[in-house]
């Protein structure tokens, strides 16, 4: 079975970095990301990282002040997140998928991330 165990969530104030990491066990394709769901919004794609083809994604939101990694020994992902803003508070989820899919068939539960 495959795993996503997110950690790294906390309550900062605006301008204060974290960093949030997913340890996936059962899983190593390398197809990752990073998510978000801030309360009465819709989940929206954060960033993702293919360590197949080398490919990044980093949403427009985001650009800038985040970074996704994945440590391929580790079969963890990572999520750099400075200069975080108020609106960037949400649940953040970790996800994974076959490569070959176009969608995310994994997720991890979550780590709440609080911005004042």
């Known amino acids: 079975d495959v795993q996503l165990v997110e950690s790294g969530g906390g309550s900062v104030q605006a301008g204060q970095s974290l960093r949030l990491s997913c340890v996936a066990s059962?899983?190593?394709?390398?197809?990752m990301g990073w998510f978000r769901q801030a309360p009465g919004k819709e989940r929206a794609a954060v960033a993702a990282?293919?360590?197949?083809?080398?490919?990044?994604y980093v949403a427009d939101s985001v650009k800038g002040r985040f970074t996704i990694s994945q440590d391929e020994a580790a079969n963890t992902l990572y999520l750099q997140m400075n200069n975080l803003l108020p609106e960037d508070t949400a649940m953040y989820f970790c996800?994974?998928?076959?490569?070959?899919?176009?969608?995310?068939?994994?997720w991890g539960q979550g780590t709440q991330v609080t911005v004042s």
């Open positions: 996800a994974a998928k076959p490569c070959a899919n176009e969608s995310y068939i994994y």
């Open positions: 990282h293919y360590t197949g083809t080398a490919t990044t």
């Open positions: 059962g899983y190593s394709d390398g197809c």
